[in-house]
């Protein structure tokens, strides 16, 4: 029986992990971590909504519950890096710093010094001696989001639900009566949620309309308002009429050009090769030269690889071609159950 | 919610009474005509609605020439300061619509004391040569105090009395809100000595979004909403007639059985207020012991956190509102509780109780239980008993 703290976001996946702690004898504590309250246009934040249904769980189990208050910290760490990356031409991943920067850190230190031994939440992993595993649930396994949490970190971290799968979770929040049992989940980036990314960015970027060009041709094809909202692989969005779509292929924030193609198979699309920076590994590095997998995306399929060290870099060998790979977004490495770590593409 | 319902937050809301909801529901259907529509069936609208005017003004000894319909008292409050330009003079427990509108003029904010009582001389030190309109509830919407409107009313006419000796043609107005205290206490407006008054027809078992202004011959409104002139040129739209008529069986009934129902209530309170006291000697009771609405019980529980209460009573279907920093309201501790000194670990753990139609002595006691097994339950967890 260990003191734990448990991040509460008033959703069914912590409140049954809350809840199962209860019941496995540990002395639990329920945490809702306020990062970000600003309603957007045309969505309101549901935040006081949420903390008053994580409350209200906390309250059902009988634990004691506090608000930790990350809003200035989420802010700087996660949203400024977001607005930055997409600024400078990438898709960064504002969930995986999230995860790096406040859940296993800020959450962490922060419950340490209010006398927490361990914190919680629920996440779809496993840990295992402060490695992390892939969770039962296939689908919902979310490693992917995880792969820069530290060794120390996930040493001091419980994932209750990673031997679960999701549909099983409802249930057994139905089961013991959890008032958020039929919430419905939320989507997409927490703060960013139904609005979508691109209208939270105008919020924030000034616009600056550019050419779309073909790569072939060089033609310009048409007009948008501001290569940062596109990114590679994109084929909605770039209204440009008639015939077979176009896909976004790569962009100059210099020039604000956006360039497209027509052709699935253009090269452009497809990497075989990719150069990562900014590498984590969570129990030391692979030798360069290692067989790994490797996943690209949240929920994409594993694929074959080879990781050479180029410095503080890595080339990643792809076994097959993979669409769509933009310059910010993670490149994760596993061992068969194993996240061993990852990079971030160049 | 399968279990039975407890409501306890009758200051919040009221369900529409069958008798108002009865009278209503022609004039959502069959007799939907535009009132100021020129056919027979339209003039047979206009007549019904003119005479619910006259119904509700007649029940505060007002003509019906002087109500202005709106949607709502948080309206009739706007469109009442919104008729005056110079200085306000307001107290610190005072509904938000009311801190609101006061903040778009020069205004000065008085204290009131421990129990939620305005001192009518210092209402009078607060008036200045350009004050306009002093403006204070009937009854606090929190803590039900009952202020002594009489006493103001005094106040305010002898400033204007002054003010005609001396030549001045700044006239002063006293504007109280009665919504709260409508079902339960005589709101003539003679006898009360306003010059306007709001009402809001939601806290008497009426429908939400209607409500009135009253204001004497002397005062000239102003418009804030303009458009086909209806309520003469002073609340243009087309008139909420089912609502209206809905406002004038409310408030009949409410007049009708106000000196009873307040009786019934004023038992059940004290009952439940007894009970709790000797269940939690430390628990704070807030409000004028006796100058306090009947169905009022503002509670505090101190050092217990009211929303985890709130929320164990909602489990068992008691309905109660909270005083106190909860996420419902994003965190912000209530202004009156602040105003009438109570500690913060006091008035975090308060509990506003308001009794109505849907209260009896069955209610009630089980209430009164279910609100000590749920008090008990924190102060065993936080470990303070």
Not at chain 2, 27 to 46: G, K
Not at chain 2, 75 to 95: K, P, Q, Y
């Amino acid at each position: 029986m260990s003191r734990v703290y448990v991040g509460m976001s008033g959703g069914v996946d912590s409140s049954l992990t809350a809840a199962l702690l209860v019941e496995q004898g540990h002395e639990v504590t329920g945490v809702y971590m306020k990062n970000w309250t600003q309603d957007l246009p045309g969505m309101r934040c549901p935040w006081a909504d949420d903390l008053a249904d994580a409350k209200r769980v906390a309250v059902q189990l009988g634990i004691d519950f506090k608000v930790f208050d990350f809003e200035k910290e989420y802010r700087q760490k996660v949203v400024d890096y977001m607005i930055n990356e997409y600024r400078a031409g990438r898709t960064p991943n504002p969930d995986i710093m999230c995860n790096q920067e406040v859940k296993f850190k800020l959450f962490l230190e922060t419950a340490r010094e209010d006398g927490a031994e361990f914190i919680a939440t629920g996440h779809y992993a496993k840990t295992e001696n402060g490695k992390l595993l892939q969770a039962t649930d296939g689908v919902k396994d979310q490693t992917y989001f995880l792969y820069r949490v530290t060794k120390e970190a996930l040493d001091k971290t419980l994932f209750p639900l990673g031997e679960l799968e999701k549909s099983r979770v409802r249930e057994m929040a139905e089961e013991r009566g959890l008032y958020t049992a039929k919430k419905k989940d939320s989507q997409g980036i927490c703060f960013v949620g139904q609005v979508g990314i691109r209208e939270f960015l105008s919020q924030y970027v000034e616009r600056t309309s550019g050419n779309i060009v073909d790569i072939k041709t060089r033609e310009v094809l048409g007009r948008h308002d501001g290569a940062i909202f596109y990114t590679i692989g994109q084929r909605h969005g770039l209204d440009i009429g008639g015939g077979l779509p176009y896909y976004v292929v790569g962009k100059d924030m210099d020039t604000q050009e956006v360039f497209v193609t027509k052709n699935l198979n253009d090269e452009a699309l497809w990497r075989r090769e990719l150069q990562a920076t900014s590498v984590h590994w969570i129990g030391g590095s692979l030798p360069s030269g290692s067989r790994v997998q490797v996943r690209l995306r949240h929920r994409g399929a594993l694929v074959g690889a080879k990781v050479h060290s180029e410095g503080d870099n890595l080339r990643v060998m792809l076994d097959e071609p993979e669409r769509a790979v933009s310059p910010g977004q993670s490149v994760v490495f596993y061992d068969d159950q194993e996240c061993k770590g990852g990079a971030i593409v160049l | 919610m399968n279990k039975e319902v407890i409501y306890l937050d009758h200051a919040a809301a009221t369900p529409v009474d069958r008798k108002v909801l009865a009278a209503m529901q022609p004039f959502l259907s069959d007799a939907f005509y535009n009132p100021s529509a020129p056919y027979a069936p339209a003039i047979e609208v206009r007549k019904a609605y003119e005479r619910a005017k006259q119904t509700i003004a007649s029940t505060f000894g007002a003509s019906a020439d002087d109500i202005v319909m709106t949607a709502g008292a948080t309206e009739s409050i706007n469109l009442a300061f919104h008729s005056i330009s110079g200085h306000v003079v307001v107290t610190s427990i005072e509904h938000h619509a009311v801190l609101e509108a006061a903040k778009r003029h020069e205004h000065t904010v008085v204290e009131v004391d421990g129990k939620g009582m305005v001192d009518p001389e210092v209402v009078r030190r607060a008036i200045r040569d350009d004050t306009e309109l002093v403006s204070v509830a009937l009854a606090n919407n929190e803590i039900g105090t009952v202020q002594p409107l009489r006493a103001i009313a005094e106040v305010v006419k002898t400033e204007r009395e002054k003010r005609l000796q001396q030549g001045s043609d700044v006239p002063i107005y006293l504007h109280t809100d009665a919504s709260q205290g409508v079902g339960q206490l005589d709101v003539h407006v003679s006898r009360l000595g306003v010059d306007l008054m709001t009402l809001n027809a939601a806290k008497i078992y009426g429908p939400k979004q209607v409500g009135l202004l009253w204001a004497a011959h002397s005062v000239s409104l102003q418009p804030q909403i303009n458009g086909g002139g209806q309520e003469r040129g002073l609340r243009s739209g087309t008139e909420n007639v089912a609502g209206v008529i809905g406002f004038a069986k409310a408030i009949e009934l409410a007049a009708e059985h106000r000196v009873h129902e307040a009786e019934r209530l004023r038992k059940l309170r004290d009952d439940m207020q007894v009970k709790l006291l000797e269940a939690f000697p430390e628990a704070v009771v807030s409000g004028h012991p006796k100058h306090r609405l009947a169905s009022y019980l503002h509670i505090s529980f101190p050092s217990v956190d009211a929303e985890r209460v709130l929320f164990i009573l909602e489990s068992s279907g008691v309905l109660v509102a909270t005083g106190s920093a909860c996420a419902a309201n994003k965190g912000t501790r209530s202004h009156v509780l602040e105003a009438i000194g109570l500690e913060p670990s006091v008035a975090d753990g308060s509990l506003r109780i308001t009794l109505g139609h849907l209260s009896d002595e069955t209610t009630c006691r089980k209430a009164v239980e279910l609100i000590i097994e749920a008090v008990r339950r924190e102060y065993s967890r936080t470990g303070v008993l």
